[in-house]
């Protein structure tokens, strides 16, 4: 079955990028039917969409980060990617990356990646 | 503030039936998008629960049990079993400028 795992620095100095990677094992991000998207959950919070991405590399963006975030996609190496400009503490949190189906309307996020820890400080 | 609201907390006792709200506006549910349902065991990523508003994936109980009318939605879950403590989250897609796929604030169930 598809699995997602998500890679990247454990630590991030306010005012730097956050970067991160999903790496899919056992699907395809060549796939048209389906995004590959990025979630955050702040520690003791509920869940934010960040953003989505297509295989063709089209992209949409929560509205609140879409000034900071870049989502892109490398279909040879079955991997998509995060990065998040100009981070704050207030940007701590477990980021996920997961799958859903292509459309507005055609399923929930399944798979998740298990999430990784990102903190933002000096 | 979550484009759709959850209440924060309920709870109930072993074999009870529960049940979680999800109320949302006319730019989703109320825009006839689906509702989905994911269940967060303590230290683990979301699950997918419900998706389609009443569907259960492989391998999900028949305890759990969604519905959809007008701009809200409800996850019910019967039989309740100590193993069911867990957050909930509804999700939903929004056609309107706060966000595209959205998240209810998450409703902490406790089983006493």
């Known amino acids: 079955q598809v699995q997602l795992q998500e890679s990247g620095p454990g630590l991030v100095k306010p005012s730097e990028p956050l970067s991160l990677t999903c790496t899919v094992s056992?699907?395809?991000?060549?796939?048209?039917?389906?995004?590959w998207a990025w979630m955050r959950q702040p520690p003791g919070k509920g869940l934010e969409w960040i953003g989505s991405?297509?295989?063709?590399?089209?992209?949409s963006y929560n509205p609140s980060l879409e000034s900071r975030v870049t989502i892109s996609v490398d279909t040879s190496k079955n991997q998509f990617s995060l990065k998040l400009r100009s981070v704050t503490a207030a940007e701590t949190a477990v980021y996920y990356c997961a799958r859903h189906p292509y459309g507005k309307n055609s399923g929930g996020f399944d798979p998740w990646g298990q999430g990784t820890r990102v903190t933002v400080s000096s | 503030q979550s484009v759709l609201t959850q209440p924060p907390s309920v709870s109930g006792a072993p074999g009870q039936r529960v049940t979680i709200s999800c109320t949302g506006s006319s730019s989703n549910i109320g825009a006839s998008y689906d509702v989905h349902w994911y269940q967060q065991l303590p230290g683990t990523a979301p699950k997918l629960l419900i998706y389609g508003n009443t569907n259960r994936p492989s391998g999900v109980p028949d305890r759990f049990s969604g519905s959809k009318s007008g701009t809200s939605a409800s996850l019910a879950i019967t039989g309740l079993q100590a193993e069911d403590e867990a957050d909930y989250y509804c999700?939903?897609?929004?056609?309107?400028?706060?966000?595209?796929?959205?998240f209810g604030g998450g409703t902490k169930l406790t089983v006493l």
């Open positions: 999700q939903s897609y929004d056609s309107s400028l706060s966000g595209l796929w959205v």
């Open positions: 056992g699907g395809s991000t060549s796939s048209g039917s389906h995004y």
């Open positions: 991405i297509y295989y063709d590399g089209s992209t």
